[in-house]
């Protein structure tokens, strides 16, 4: 194996313990954003409306939920944090960096040993403006965080604090939930989960969902009322070839 030795203590370490700069040690200061008017109107929108008309594959793993910041919206542009799992060295560091209104995406690769997060770095990001946080794994100080009425979604709470060494990385791809997370897509959070629109998309989405708007309302008046019709089934079972019996459960002889 090989050694290097540790400035001023005369000890040798593996060098493969070192932390070397560039890729998992690295922060990008800015990034481009969505316009506010965008975010703010794609904040109009509930998360499964969102999801729909991305395909049904930008949704964030469920199990990361809300758990802080009561019932309303968070919506704002991804500063992408990248942790070693256990370790909140750059959580710290991207305080600096986001700016008002961003939302921090935190990857923790979905550890449940150490939490990443807790009361009083949410203490400082609410000064700073930030809107809050998307967790992929755990956080610490729940009580805390509550009493801030501060949104944090994440896996869940332990309190078992991390470290705080590195490496890590700031706003550069993250995976966050089985979806990939890029600086400055826009995050939509709300109580039925969470959904990443990629930026570059953000303007055209919205388009398409302030278009389906009146008639998607239109159609739930009319089931509110009673008022439907399943037709549109049999149709679907016809074309597909579903095979349709009058007496079911009966096996063939």
């Not at 395909?55 to 793993?61: F, S």
């Not at 019932?71 to 986001?98: E, F, I």
């Not at 809107?131 to 009580?143: E, K, M, N, Q, W």
Request: hydrophobic share 40%.
């Amino acid at each position: 194996m090989a050694v290097s030795s540790v400035s001023g203590t005369g000890s040798l370490s593996p060098s493969s313990a070192a932390i070397h700069p560039g890729p998992g040690f690295r922060v990008g200061l800015d990034f481009p954003r969505a316009p506010a008017d965008v975010i703010n109107r794609l904040a109009g929108f509930d998360t499964p409306q969102i999801s729909d008309l991305l395909n049904r594959l930008y949704a964030i793993d469920p199990v990361i939920r809300q758990l802080s910041g009561g019932d309303r919206t968070l919506a704002g542009s991804a500063c992408t944090v990248r942790v070693y799992p256990g370790d909140n060295l750059m959580v710290h560091k991207s305080l600096d960096v986001a700016q008002p209104g961003d939302v921090v995406v935190v990857s923790a690769s979905g550890d449940n040993s150490n939490a990443v997060l807790g009361d009083l770095v949410s203490t400082k990001a609410k000064h700073r403006g930030i809107a809050g946080y998307i967790v992929d794994g755990l956080i610490r100080d729940l009580p805390g965080i509550q009493e801030l009425d501060f949104p944090v979604y994440a896996r869940g709470t332990t309190p078992m604090g991390p470290l705080h060494r590195g490496p890590g990385e700031i706003n550069y791809p993250v995976a966050c939930g089985g979806v990939v997370v890029n600086p400055g897509d826009v995050i939509v959070a709300d109580a039925a989960g969470v959904v990443c629109v990629p930026r570059l998309v953000a303007e055209e989405l919205l388009g398409r969902l302030e278009a389906q708007s009146e008639s998607s309302a239109s159609y739930l008046a009319a089931v509110q009322r009673g008022e439907f019709s399943n037709a549109w089934v049999d149709t679907y079972l016809e074309t597909h070839g579903c095979l349709i019996e009058k007496t079911a459960g009966e096996s063939d002889r």
